[in-house]
Antibody
Framework: EVQLVESGGGLVQPGGSLRLSCAAS????????MHWVRQAPGKGLEYVSG????????YYANSVKGRVTISRDNFDNTLYLQMGSLRAEDMAVYYC????????????WGQGTLVTVSS | DIQMTQSPSSLSASVGDRVTITCRAS??????LHWYQQKPGKAPKLLIY???SLQSGVPSRFSGGGSGTDFTLTISSLQPEDFAAYSC?????????FGGGTKVEI
């Protein structure tokens, strides 16, 4: 069974940093691109970042570019999102999602981890 | 970046109603358009991929259509479990982008 389990969310002050993790199991992690998607309270889904299966290509939304770094460990089956210079508008539930390949729809999602940015 | 515009942002409907949600892309995305359902406090769930292909396990009352810039998600006969939020997403180019969402309410 495919499972994606996020962790690392929590309360952080404006300007602070946080590293999110997504532990993957039930599939060959190194064969799939992965993505982070967030959802602010009461708002829609927003693409954050993506990474190719071997980590050689990364993608970022303009809203986070320069403040966020996506990475992966294919030996440990874990996806990461290092977030810095956090702002109030970064407060959201962060989901990791598996890229299906081919059409690149997201076929599996984690349960999400909440990032709260507040002083 | 490709902008995705969904309409309406919310709608009220009754059980048994036929419901159609539209999604428009700011440029042609061929058929690289996917639909997700999300219930409160839960992760999104894939319904339709490649504009019109039904994901395994999704009821046949859900259907998708369109290509290029204009797409639709139709629920042929709304069921109680369908009251949720629906979002479209393009994967034609990175960054992949989502529509603003449509909340289907009773």
């Amino acid at each position: 069974e495919v499972q994606l389990v996020e962790s690392g969310g929590g309360l952080v002050q404006p300007g602070g940093s946080l590293r999110l993790s997504c532990a993957a199991s039930g599939f060959t992690f190194s064969s799939y691109a992965m993505h982070w998607v967030r959802q602010a309270p009461g708002k829609g889904l927003e693409y954050v970042s993506g990474i190719s299966s071997n980590g050689g290509s990364t993608y970022y939304a303009n809203s986070v570019k320069g403040r966020v770094t996506i990475s992966r460990d294919n030996f440990d089956n874990t996806l990461y999102l290092q977030m810095g210079s956090l702002r109030a508008e970064d407060m959201a539930v962060y989901y990791c999602a598996r890229d299906s390949s081919g059409w690149s729809y997201y076929d599996y999602w984690g349960q999400g981890t909440l990032v709260t940015v507040s002083s | 970046d490709i902008q995705m515009t969904q309409s309406p942002s919310s709608l009220s409907a009754s059980v048994g109603d036929r419901v159609t949600i539209t999604c428009r892309a700011s440029q042609s995305i061929s058929n690289y358009l996917h639909w997700y359902q999300q219930k409160p406090g839960k992760a999104p769930k894939l319904l339709i991929y490649a504009a019109s292909s039904l994901q395994s396990g999704v009821p046949s009352r859900f259907s998708g259509g369109g290509s290029g810039t204009d797409f639709t998600l139709t629920i042929s006969s709304l069921q109680p479990e369908d009251f949720a939020a629906y979002s479209c997403q393009q994967s034609y180019s990175t960054p992949n982008t989502f529509g603003g969402g449509t909340k289907v309410e009773i």
